[in-house]
């Protein structure tokens, strides 16, 4: 009989936690109980496993010491509240909000830097990156055997379920209102975002950044294991439910072998080349997909030392609930 491991899952209830919950029952991920959790509010809910209900109780009152693996898919208040007593009681987590240091939980994508999971002491801690950063270093890690990267420059059209539900609803009410000619007054959002872009996600700092934005470049520079790359990002708030497409410029040192490029994308785990002369999109190609799609791969009009893309993937599913999975299915490894 083959192992299986009783999990727990916090934010089960959220648009990432429940998308995660699927994707355990998609891969047949080794479960023996599943434990789903969330805050007082939404403690006494259900979420579908197996053709079962499973009840969502208080993470408050849980004892991790029932579990070997946590997924924290909440804030990083919850990580920072639970995750001390979770290690304290033996149990491996995969944290998805980024609230812990590097040296404690490690940013892991798998088909960029599943080595590191090597040199970890138990009860692992490890980190899955923001669902920006996972894309972006998927596309750009099989990149990093024919091209020197010196400079990556990215903006991020993002989707408001980067913001939760919560942005999720408000854009529906949104787009219903303005269809239906009744006067807008935004909510979640500080203006209209339907049928809008909105040049920036999050409140910045004094030089302008963002968290969203400092936290991508932080993720993306230690999951190529380029702690000197040098990084600039601009996220913006498209007017997209599901799915976050990037425009990517990547400077390097030599010329660029397009060929080359084209070759190690092709051959690379868990990325979908589009042919040249089309392109993809997240509604079109990405939504509901584990793939990141990559398209328009061109070299600079006047630099050959100059490397465009443009990708998308399912912020959701892909860039954050999957590649947590991924990082679990690796770790039980070494918990059997």
Sequence with gaps: MSQSFDIAVIG???????TLV??????????????????SESAGSSVLFRGKNVRVREVAEFDFSKVQLAFFAAGPAVTLSFAPRATAAGCALVDLSGALPPEQAPQIVPQANAQVLAGLAKPFQVSSPSASATVLAMALAPLRECLVMQRVSVTAHLAVSTQGRVAVNELAR??????????????FFDRQMAFNLLAQVGTPDEQGHTLLEKRLVRELRQVLEQPLLKISGTCIQAPVFFGDSFSVTVQTADAVDLAKVNAALEAAPGIELVEAGDYPTPV?????????????????????????????????????????????????KDLL
């Design 12 to 18: 089960a209830t959220g648009t990432v936690g429940e």
């Design 22 to 39: 699927q994707i355990l029952e998609e891969r047949d991920f080794p479960i023996g109980n599943l434990h789903l959790l969330a805050s």
């Design 174 to 187: 949104q787009t219903a209102e303005l269809l239906n000619a009744r006067p807008l007054e935004p909510t």
């Design 284 to 332: 079109g190609d990405a939504v509901g997909q584990d793939e990141v799609y990559v398209g328009r791969v061109r070299l600079g009009i006047d630099d050959p030392a100059e490397l465009n893309m443009w990708l998308t993937s399912d912020n959701v599913r892909k860039g954050a609930a999957l590649n947590a999975v991924q990082v679990a299915e690796l770790l039980i």
